[in-house]
């Protein structure tokens, strides 16, 4: 698995440089749907990653957001590849954005490495090793009450059948929290549950790609991560939704998710 993680690390390594040498200078913009944007930057970066993984792990299958499945001939092994989560900021040069590696063995999530070009912070953990922020171990905070929580979210492009309800419950709990943040990098929001900077993070109907690397980053840092019911989300679908959070708020999301009254304490 050490392997296995330093292969991921150079692979998004070497995808963010791309984004950084790119940024501001976007060849072409198409559209995958009304508000679903893809550049030629996306697509570049996301074949740098798969020929890097192909390289050394050939047989692993792999879902990437751009190019789809494919199959390996070692079925216990899949690879979940965002090379831009935060497109949109990306193509706006609003500067927050990421690459997002993750992977399922036997069933399980792994590993997950999250690379933010910008800032140079690079977010990885491994079933078992805990969760780091370059050299340093990361924690989730020690908030207890969902009233005193900064929360974040988001209104994926896939999902605008179910985004007058997120919009309703995003309001509600803006006003009885410290807070929503709506940074458009799902893969960077789970990673700030993970390190602390918030306590959690809501999302409907969001693909695999998007959240397969910092789920396993903010259970390895101490946090929770389920679908909206408390139960773990069905690897089997493509598209899931999401609720991650340091753990002690958990059960309070879900039910404010749900209707229930947000308390300070």
């Known amino acids: 698995m050490d392997k296995t993680k330093e292969v991921a690390v150079r692979a998004a390594r070497a995808a963010g440089q791309l984004m950084l040498e790119r940024v501001g200078d976007i060849g072409k913009i198409d559209y995958k749907g ?13 074949q740098i990653i798969i ?42 040069s609003y500067p927050l954005f990421c690459v997002s590696i993750g992977l399922e063995e036997a069933g399980k999530l792994v590993l997950g490495v999250v690379f933010n070009p910008v800032a140079n912070e690079l977010f990885w953990a491994q079933d ?21 929580s900064l929360l974040a979210t988001g209104f994926h492009s896939a999902s605008r059948a179910t985004e007058p309800s997120n919009r309703e419950l995003f309001m509600h709990i ?34 695999l790609w998007d959240i397969g690397a910092g789920t396993v980053i ?14 773990e989300f069905d690897l089997s679908n493509i598209k899931v939704d999401i609720v991650a959070t340091n753990g002690l708020i958990h059960d309070q999301l879900i039910g404010a998710l749900t209707g229930a009254p947000i308390a300070k304490r």
């Open 34 to 46: 009304a508000f679903n944007l893809v550049t030629d930057v996306d697509k570049a970066a996301e």
């Open 174 to 207: 803006t006003d009885t929290t410290h807070g929503v943040r709506r940074d458009g990098s799902a893969a960077l929001d789970l990673c700030f549950v993970a390190c602390g900077r918030t306590e959690g993070f809501w999302e409907k109907q969001i693909s």
């Open 51 to 92: 020929k890097i993984l192909r390289e050394e792990f050939p047989d692993d299958a792999i879902l990437a957001e751009e190019s789809g499945a494919s199959q390996g001939n070692n079925s216990n092994r899949r690879w979940f590849i965002d090379p831009i989560d935060g497109t949109t900021n990306f193509a706006h």
């Open 218 to 231: 903010v259970r390895e840092a101490g946090g929770q991560v389920t679908g909206p019911n408390g139960k």
């Open 128 to 148: 078992g090793k805990g969760a780091w922020l370059n050299n340093t171990a990361i924690h989730v905070s020690k908030v207890i009450a969902l009233g005193e």
